[in-house]
């Protein structure tokens, strides 16, 4: 009889860490009135509420056309003296981005954030999920493979 209060609680407590998702990301470029700071993104009602400053963004899921990630590796200064620790690669710096592209009464909004790489994975699944849209990665190449073909026509 003891163990009900306890489920209930931690049923009471998931709930409001879903209705509650927040991100921290940082705003890299794109046309929206924003400045090149923090943002607190979250999903709420399908929409995603940007949030900067007190100016609140929300973009229907709807609304979104595109979705594309990828990821800057770059060395770090200093990288010889790091890159001596083996399995940890100290040495690079990597960050994550993840740009958005929607449809709105003004013509098409391009936003392009910045995340640490905790927030990276949460975000862009949430953002996939919301939206019903798959991320692309301009850096990586489609395979296509051709069945059928003789070795006369290729």
């Not at 900067?52 to 770090?76: F, K």
């Not at 392009?112 to 919301?130: I, P, V």
């Amino acid at each position: 009889m003891r163990l009900w209060p306890v489920v209930l609680y931690f049923a009471a407590a998931l709930l409001v860490c879903q209705a509650a998702e927040t991100f921290p990301v940082t705003y890299a470029g794109g046309n929206l009135p924003l400045k090149h700071d923090k943002v607190t993104a979250s999903f709420d009602n399908g929409e995603l509420v940007l949030v900067q400053h007190g100016q609140r963004i929300a973009v229907p899921a709807g609304n979104v056309t595109a979705i594309s990630c990828g990821r800057d590796i770059r060395r770090r200064f200093g990288a010889a003296v790091l890159g001596v620790v083996p399995w940890m690669q100290l040495d690079k710096a990597e960050t994550n981005y993840v740009g958005v592209t929607w449809k709105d009464d003004t013509g098409e909004v391009e936003a392009l954030f910045k995340l640490g790489s905790r927030e990276y994975r949460d975000f862009l699944g949430a953002l996939e999920a919301s939206t019903g849209k798959k991320a692309v990665d301009p850096h990586k190449v489609p395979v296509v493979v051709h069945y059928g073909l003789s070795p006369t026509t290729i």
